[in-house]
Every structure is written in structure tokens, then in C-alpha cells.
């Protein structure tokens, strides 16, 4: 399944090279020019294996994986699974348990992946007290198995739930330019990352000027982009935020 991506983009790329021997019309020569290039591109991003900033992982990347673990691509399935109920609109409290499973000890990367996903449950389901004795059972005994953009996932569950505990003293001690760089780039892609980065500088570094920066940044999003389930997470902590900002 994921070698076949490759071998469509490769095969992409032939059939646009073969047009350009063939094709005497520049126009047309200019667009599969285009069409070669980006399906090479394609072909050998994802011949690499590597997880990118936001957390996506190469086809190559995938297959290493599973040959690692065999439960591997149970554990995407799942998620996979999860994510398509959010677009449809059920909420991920409401989320049959079955697909949520809880890693007591971290062997590999799915126990990895099914414990941010327990976290996420946890978040839903207000058990900040829950996620943070996990979150520090992740950090501390999965090591090197972590990768970068975990760390940050996990950390960000961790501020999250200091939050609603109304302990944000705690927060600054975990904040850093790597979260801030994370949610600046990522900010597009999920509306509450920008809202991350409104609480920060509004309740904690209490800078003014990030925090006009970040709240305008939010308000001029394109919402329709958004899937709904993503919106009411934004929504619902910039509430929060500014109720205790009046505080």
C-alpha cells in the first residue's frame, strides 16, 4: 500500500518525461516539465524515511515501522479510524473505548502513537490530573524512542492540562522556542496552536504586542478551511483564556 504511492509518482514521472521526448508544443512541454518534476519530488520525499514537523510520516518511514512492529498498521488504522468519526462530528469522548488503547509499557513506536492518542482521550474527558502522571511516564521511560515532534505533543498535552489546573506558574518551566517555533508553523494547519501561543504571551510572558499579534492572527482565519471539531477546541480555549485574562 505504501510502496504504491512511490511507484505511481515514479511512474507519473515516465509517462511525463516520455511526453516531453514526444510533444512539440511548448505549452504543453512547460506543464509536463511541471508534472515531472513534482511527481519526482514526490517519489523521493517519500522514499526517505523521515517524520516531518507536523508529525506526518514518509511512506518509507511506514514500512520500517511495520517491519518493526507488527502491530504497526493496526495502531494507524485505528487512528485513521478516529480522525474520520471527528470529520463526521462525534466528539472523541463519545468515541467507542475499543479503538483507544493504553500502552502500559512503551516497546515500540505504536505504543508510542496509541499513548498520545490515550492522552488526547484523557483531554477530551477533562482528566488533566490523568494526563499529566502519563505524560510524565512517557517522557520519562520511552527515551530515545521519543522523537522531537513527540516531545513537543507531549509537552503541549502537559501545558494544556497545568491550564485547566490553573497552575500556568508550572507552564513557563516547560515552555521553550521549540514549542514556540512548532506553533508558529503549525498554526495554519490547527487553529489552537495559535491559541497556544495567545495564552502564552498573554498570561505568562505578558508580552502585549505578541499577544494583539497572535489574537489577530486567529481572528482573520478562514474558518470555513477547518473541520468543525477543530474549530471548537480553538474556540473553547480562547474563551478560557480571555475569561481568565478579565480575571
Known sequence: YYLGGIMFNIILACLSLGGILLVDYKLVEVILWMLFLINIYYALYNLVPAVNVS???????HLFNY???????????????????????????DVDPKYIKIPKVFKNNSDILCGLIYMDYLSSLDKYDDIIEYSNKMLNECGDMLSKQ???????????????????????????????????????????????????STLI??????????????????????????????DELLEEVNKRKGD
Do not use: C
Open 205 to 234: 510572558d505578558k508580552n502585549s504586542d505578541d499577544s494583539k499579534k497572535y489574537l489577530e492572527q486567529f481572528n482573520k482565519l478562514n474558518r470555513k478551511r477547518y473541520d468543525s471539531y477543530l474549530l471548537k477546541e480553538a
Open 55 to 61: 508529525g506526518n510520516v514518509s511512506d518509507t518511514m
Open 67 to 93: 517491519f518493526d512492529d507488527d502491530n504497526y498498521m493496526h495502531v494507524i488504522s485505528n487512528i485513521q479510524e478516529v480522525q474520520n468519526m471527528l470529520v463526521n462530528g462525534i466528539e472523541l469522548k
Open 150 to 200: 513527540d516531545v513537543i505533543t507531549i509537552k503541549l498535552q502537559l501545558i494544556n492540562s497545568l491550564f485547566f489546573l490553573n497552575k500556568v506558574d508550572e507552564i513557563k518551566e516547560l515552555w521553550n522556542q521549540d514549542i514556540r517555533k512548532y506553533l508558529d508553523t503549525m498554526g495554519g494547519v490547527a487553529p489552537v496552536f495559535i491559541v497556544f501561543n495567545y495564552m502564552y
